[in-house]
């Protein structure tokens, strides 16, 4: 059987098959049947109705052009110190309360889609720069660990001891991305290698880098983020 699916649709069987990551009771084995080859929608289980929902509801931020990129103006911005973290080492996990906790390698995660955008990076500090940014969508990793009804927020946990927390709205935004190239390269550890967050719906706090674990929850907890509880905003939305 061959699936046809829309190019910017990315249904859960699509991305079980590119990841490899495919859970025998997932996929239809052989996939003898015809009868619901014209319905991919009723192969699975739903991913629940408020998930579905937000995935749908999203207005696109308008991207610039490549020429447009400032190399030079992304500065680093780093409260403590650069992980160094082996790539092939590195697991991402994702947690949380979800039917299907994962943890991806770098191979894995690079197997999934690549999306790349440019889009403007603004830091309270005072300081702006258009840049590009590669990566896989948080969505399409949302769906892959099949998130309770529950869920509301994100929270991201880095190797230098920051911690972010995020609305899932946001989370799910097709341009939350975790980026792992930046101008066209690979990104360095800096600028957080090897898997940050990119988006040009938040502010630069909000992107954290050197991602380790994603936990999805109902409620936020006491900690909500590293500047965040020095009094930051929390929404810190653009
Ligand atoms: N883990 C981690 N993520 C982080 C930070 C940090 O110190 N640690 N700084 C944040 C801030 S304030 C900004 S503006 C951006 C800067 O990203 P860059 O250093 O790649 O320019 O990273 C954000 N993510
Ligand atoms: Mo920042």
């Not at 910017?8 to 996939?31: E, H, K, N």
């Not at 949380?96 to 999306?115: F, H, W, Y």
């Not at 975790?178 to 066209?184: C, D, E, L, S, V």
Request: charged fraction near 15%; hydrophobic fraction near 40%; proline fraction near 6%.
């Amino acid at each position: 059987m061959s699936l046809i699916l829309p190019e910017r649709t990315l249904s859960r069987r699509r991305l079980l098959q590119l990841s490899g990551l495919s859970g025998a009771g997932l996929l239809l084995g052989g996939c003898g049947s015809n009868l619901f080859s014209n319905n991919v929608g009723q192969i699975f289980e739903p991913l629940n109705q408020t998930f579905e929902a937000l995935l749908l509801s999203h207005k696109p931020v308008p991207e610039f052009s490549v020429s447009a990129i400032e190399p030079e103006k992304l500065l680093v911005n780093t409260f403590d110190f650069t992980p160094q973290i082996d790539p092939a080492q590195f697991r991402l996990i994702i947690d949380g309360e979800v039917s299907n906790p994962i943890q991806l390698t770098m191979a894995d995660i690079q197997k999934l889609p690549l999306t790349s955008m440019v889009i403007r990076h603004i830091c309270v500090e005072g300081w702006a720069a258009i840049v590009q940014w590669g990566g896989i969508r948080l969505r399409d990793l949302v769906a892959l660990v099949r998130p309770k009804s529950s869920v509301r927020y994100v929270y991201f946990k880095s190797a230098d001891g920051y911690y972010e927390s995020w609305d899932i709205a946001s989370a799910v935004h097709p341009q939350t991305l975790m980026a792992y190239q930046k101008n066209g390269q690979p990104l360095s550890a800096d600028n957080g290698a090897p898997m940050r967050l990119a988006s040009p719906i938040k502010l630069g706090y909000k992107q954290s880098k050197w991602v380790t674990q994603i936990t999805l929850v109902s409620n936020l907890l006491p900690t909500q983020g590293y500047w965040e509880d020095q009094g930051y905003e929390w929404f810190a939305g653009l």
